[in-house]
C-alpha cells in the first residue's frame, strides 16, 4: 500500500518502550502512512500518568486518503472500507500500548483548525463514519478544542458541552 500522506507527526510520551514506538511505526505504516515518532513527551502526576499517543495532520486531507484509498470500489463500499481502514488504525494504536499496563488515549490534531478529536478505544463503527462526515472547516466546531464520541447523540461533540449537560 502507498502512503496516504507525505508524513504524519506523532508524539509519544517518554514512558513509551522502544517495542511500544516500533508498534505504534509499524500501526501507521500497515496503514500505509509514514510517521515520525517522538517518544518525548513529559507530563507530571503524583501517579504514573496514562499513556498517549498523539499526531498532527489535516484531518480532513488524512480522512479523504482513506478514502480516496478505497475509491477503488464504487459508493458506499468504498465508503465503509475507509471507515473499517480507520478503525484498524485505531485499533492497533492501542494495541500497540497495551504493554504500557495502564489507559491512554489517541488524540489526533487537526493541523488547520487545531482542534483536536480524541480516539477512546472502544468507538463502535459509526463514529468512525461519522468522524468522516464531519466537518472540521474553520470555524472550529467545538469551543473547547477537542470533541469526542458521544454515544448518547451518536455524534461528534465537543468536550464542555457534554460535561454541561450531563
Do not use: C, N
Request: hydrophobic share 50%; aromatic share 10%.
Amino acid at each position: 500500500m502507498t502512503a496516504f500522506v507525505a508524513a504524519v507527526d506523532v508524539d509519544m510520551d517518554v514512558d513509551a518502550s522502544a517495542e511500544e514506538v516500533a508498534a505504534v511505526k509499524a500501526a501507521f505504516s500497515d496503514a500505509g502512512v509514514e510517521a515520525t515518532i517522538d517518544a518525548g513527551l513529559e507530563t507530571r502526576s503524583v501517579d504514573l500518568a496514562p499513556w498517549v499517543i498523539s499526531f498532527s495532520v489535516s484531518l480532513t486531507i488524512f480522512l479523504r486518503s482513506f478514502l480516496e484509498a478505497a475509491g477503488k470500489a464504487a459508493g458506499e463500499a468504498a465508503g465503509k472500507d475507509a471507515y473499517a481502514a480507520f478503525k484498524r488504525l485505531a485499533a492497533a494504536l492501542y494495541e500497540a500500548r497495551r504493554p504500557a499496563g495502564r489507559r491512554g488515549s489517541v488524540v489526533i490534531m487537526d493541523t488547520v483548525t487545531h482542534q483536536r478529536v480524541l480516539l477512546a478505544d472502544d468507538l463502535p463503527d459509526l463514529a468512525f463514519q461519522r468522524l468522516f462526515e464531519t466537518d472540521f472547516a474553520p470555524p472550529t466546531p467545538a469551543q473547547s478544542g477537542t470533541m469526542r464520541w458521544d454515544s448518547k447523540t451518536e455524534s461528534w461533540r465537543d468536550v464542555w458541552d457534554m460535561d454541561r449537560l450531563s
